[in-house]
């Protein structure tokens, strides 16, 4: 098995649903996140505030980031195991997120050898 | 993250909604009435909190004592901010007062009764007489019920940007007004009560009057204003008789949700109800509020109608039901609120105990019989009577007003059905059973 990650790629939910909406669309995840847990593929998880700073260049110049063009921003990221990127494609498939306009990145997390 | 299975909780259906309309009611006494759009950002941001935290970390063990922990950091950080605390003051000589009270005032929020205050402390404040009464209602739905506009407007058959509206003048007049935030106390709260308990009836009518497999929505509504009366009888402004016998109407008119849709979705009428269907738990709760509403001498209207639902409720079918107990509650219930719609109710009762023939001589006595004119059930029932009674050609010309007037596709199917009943007499035809 090897390691995936997944990054969260915008998808914000719509800060005016009713609460009921957001309820629903809460258990969405969290019913997504304990499949993974269930069926053992998951390592690790975490949100991520979407505000920040980006320090770049030679310079190290500080902005506020993320960058002030881009539209999407990352919001979170799982780590999940896989057989392949096929499979891991697959399984990503699974998340809540598409319904809201995201999309979830899915990248090889290098196996290193000793 | 987690390495090893956490335990997994669930939620309980609605919590979200349930929990917001208590934490904006207990915000709302500490911030002011003035600040209650404050109080539900707070809210709305706990909820967006845990949508963004719970897939990651699982939903806690405690969902709503999460909810509440993060409203209060939230309120915290407010009332800490100074700027923010300038505009939260009704005036600027409360300023001071404000940083000094509010924050021990913060962390005792949401404790068990003082919940239940605020949240009684709020539906006075959305019943205020100084709003309109469609107003109260949206409100009420709104803070309390945890609706959101576009499913207030559902509810209501109304189109979202009116209720939108509706909300924003509403809570403009709350700030205005300096509306206060507390339970009417001596001879205040008698009216003030009644106040509640009309929005509450008239929300319980709105969520039950239509079809609800169109409309889920609409038994959330009727569940919410049980809720909210619930909490009124629990407390000691609420323990009034008319309280007890509203809870008792709407028991009694809840009882009967499974049945009233056949397998189409359409209403089916008392008659037609697989009674087996009741929920008799529901009848029995209904019974014991009915008892409760018996004391003092005071008999209204809402006693009266809950004392005609009470009699269907315990009718083992349409045919046994006690047709005269019904309109002699019908006759009371005309002496305190003559209306047109009430006799004509009273008729239809008087024909199932005395025949068609009387309760059409019933009908042609009722005073201000033309408001009925455009109401569909007047001609229906005109009409339902003429047939039994076996003027065919006046019950066609009354059935066909009625179907004219009719406002669903279910009210005309079944109307126009009776109809070719009519028709089939006059005719000669051998007549089919009319199926409702």
Same mark, same amino acid.
């Given at each position: 098995?090897k390691?995936f990650m997944?990054?969260?790629?915008g998808?914000?939910?719509?800060p005016s649903l009713?609460?009921e909406q957001m309820?629903?669309?809460?258990q969405k995840w969290?019913?997504w996140?304990?499949?993974l847990?269930?069926?053992?593929r998951?390592?690790? %998880?975490l949100?991520l505030?979407?505000?920040?700073?980006?320090?770049s260049?030679?310079?190290k110049?500080v902005?506020?980031g993320?960058?002030p063009e881009?539209?999407e921003?990352v919001?979170?990221?799982?780590i999940?195991?896989?057989?392949d990127?096929?499979?891991?494609?697959?399984i990503?498939? %699974?998340?809540?997120?598409?319904?809201?306009?995201g999309?979830?990145e899915?990248r090889?997390?290098?196996?290193?050898?000793? | 993250?987690?390495d @090893?299975?956490p335990?997994?909780?669930?939620?309980?259906d609605?919590?979200?909604?349930?929990?917001?309309g208590?934490?904006?009611?207990?915000l709302?006494?500490v911030?002011?009435?003035?600040? /209650?759009v404050l109080a539900?950002?707070?809210v &709305?941001?706990? /909820?967006v909190q845990?949508?963004?935290q719970w897939?990651?970390?699982?939903i806690p063990?405690?969902?709503a004592?999460?909810l509440?922990?993060v409203?209060?950091?939230?309120?915290?950080?407010?009332?800490r901010?100074?700027?923010?605390?300038?505009?939260?003051?009704?005036d600027?000589?409360?300023v001071?007062?404000?940083?000094r009270t509010a924050?021990?005032?913060?962390?005792?929020?949401?404790?068990?009764?003082e919940i239940?205050d605020?949240?009684l402390?709020m539906m006075?404040?959305?019943?205020?007489?100084?709003?309109?009464?469609?107003? &109260?209602?949206?409100?009420?739905l709104?803070i309390l019920?945890?609706?959101?506009?576009?499913e207030?407007?559902?509810a209501?058959?109304? &189109?979202e940007?009116?209720?939108?509206?509706r909300?924003?003048?509403?809570?403009?007049?709350i700030r @205005?007004?300096r509306l206060?935030?507390?339970?009417?106390?001596?001879? @205040?709260?008698?009216?003030?009560?009644q106040?509640?308990?009309?929005?509450l009836?008239?929300m319980f009518?709105?969520?039950y009057s239509?079809s609800?497999?169109?409309h889920?929505?609409?038994?959330d509504v009727?569940?919410?204003?049980?809720r909210?009366?619930k909490?009124l009888?629990e407390h000691?402004?609420?323990s009034?008789?008319s309280?007890?016998?509203?809870m008792?109407?709407?028991?009694?008119?809840?009882a009967?949700?499974?049945?009233?849709?056949d397998?189409?979705?359409?209403?089916?009428?008392?008659k037609?109800?697989?009674?087996?269907?009741?929920?008799?738990n529901?009848?029995s709760?209904?019974?014991?509020?009915l008892?409760?509403?018996?004391s003092?001498?005071?008999?209204?209207?809402?006693h009266?109608?809950?004392?005609i639902a009470?009699?269907?409720?315990?009718?083992?079918?349409?045919?046994?039901t006690?047709w005269?107990?019904i309109?002699?509650l019908?006759?009371l219930l !005309?002496?305190?609120?003559p209306?047109p719609v009430v006799?004509?109710?009273r008729?239809?009762a008087l024909?199932e105990?005395?025949?068609?023939?009387?309760?059409?001589?019933?009908? &042609?006595?009722?005073p201000d019989?033309d408001?009925l004119?455009?109401y569909?059930f007047?001609?229906?029932t005109l009409g339902?009577l003429?047939?039994r009674?076996?003027?065919?050609d006046d019950a066609?010309?009354?059935?066909?007003?009625?179907?004219?007037?009719?406002?669903?596709?279910a009210?005309?199917?079944f !109307?126009q059905?009776?109809?070719n009943?009519c028709?089939?007499r006059r005719?000669?035809?051998?007549l089919e059973?009319p199926t409702?």
């Amino acid at each position: 098995m090897k390691e995936f990650m997944f990054l969260l790629w915008g998808g914000y939910p719509d800060p005016s649903l009713s609460p009921e909406q957001m309820q629903r669309h809460m258990q969405k995840w969290t019913a997504w996140v304990e499949q993974l847990t269930e069926s053992g593929r998951l390592r690790s %998880g975490l949100p991520l505030e979407r505000a920040g700073k980006l320090v770049s260049g030679p310079n190290k110049l500080v902005t506020d980031g993320p960058f002030p063009e881009a539209k999407e921003v990352v919001g979170g990221y799982f780590i999940i195991s896989a057989h392949d990127i096929n499979e891991a494609v697959e399984i990503s498939k %699974g998340c809540p997120i598409f319904a809201d306009g995201g999309a979830v990145e899915v990248r090889p997390v290098m196996e290193m050898s000793m | 993250m987690r390495d @090893e299975r956490p335990d997994v909780h669930s939620i309980a259906d609605h919590l979200f909604r349930r929990e917001s309309g208590k934490m904006v009611s207990a915000l709302t006494r500490v911030f002011g009435t003035h600040n /209650l759009v404050l109080a539900e950002d707070v809210v &709305q941001e706990a /909820l967006v909190q845990a949508l963004r935290q719970w897939p990651f970390a699982g939903i806690p063990r405690n969902p709503a004592g999460w909810l509440y922990q993060v409203a209060k950091n939230k309120a915290i950080d407010i009332v800490r901010r100074e700027q923010t605390l300038s505009r939260l003051a009704a005036d600027p000589s409360d300023v001071a007062a404000l940083s000094r009270t509010a924050e021990p005032l913060i962390h005792e929020l949401f404790l068990g009764e003082e919940i239940k205050d605020d949240t009684l402390r709020m539906m006075f404040t959305c019943c205020h007489p100084a709003l309109p009464l469609e107003s &109260q209602i949206a409100l009420t739905l709104k803070i309390l019920g945890g609706f959101s506009s576009a499913e207030i407007a559902r509810a209501l058959l109304t &189109q979202e940007a009116a209720i939108q509206k509706r909300l924003y003048r509403a809570k403009q007049r709350i700030r @205005e007004e300096r509306l206060e935030f507390e339970v009417p106390s001596g001879a @205040e709260l008698s009216s003030r009560l009644q106040a509640v308990l009309s929005v509450l009836y008239l929300m319980f009518n709105e969520g039950y009057s239509a079809s609800f497999a169109e409309h889920p929505i609409r038994r959330d509504v009727c569940l919410e204003a049980m809720r909210l009366c619930k909490l009124l009888t629990e407390h000691p402004a609420g323990s009034y008789p008319s309280v007890y016998a509203l809870m008792a109407l709407m028991c009694f008119h809840a009882a009967r949700f499974d049945a009233r849709l056949d397998d189409s979705g359409h209403l089916l009428m008392l008659k037609s109800q697989d009674r087996s269907r009741w929920d008799r738990n529901l009848i029995s709760e209904g019974f014991r509020y009915l008892e409760r509403s018996a004391s003092g001498g005071e008999i209204d209207e809402i006693h009266l109608e809950a004392g005609i639902a009470a009699v269907h409720c315990i009718a083992e079918s349409y045919e046994k039901t006690d047709w005269t107990g019904i309109v002699h509650l019908y006759d009371l219930l !005309l002496t305190i609120k003559p209306s047109p719609v009430v006799a004509l109710n009273r008729a239809i009762a008087l024909a199932e105990g005395q025949g068609p023939t009387a309760a059409l001589a019933a009908l &042609q006595h009722i005073p201000d019989r033309d408001v009925l004119e455009t109401y569909p059930f007047y001609p229906a029932t005109l009409g339902e009577l003429h047939l039994r009674v076996g003027n065919l050609d006046d019950a066609a010309r009354h059935l066909e007003r009625a179907i004219a007037l009719a406002s669903s596709p279910a009210e005309k199917h079944f !109307l126009q059905q009776k109809l070719n009943v009519c028709r089939d007499r006059r005719a000669g035809r051998p007549l089919e059973h009319p199926t409702a």
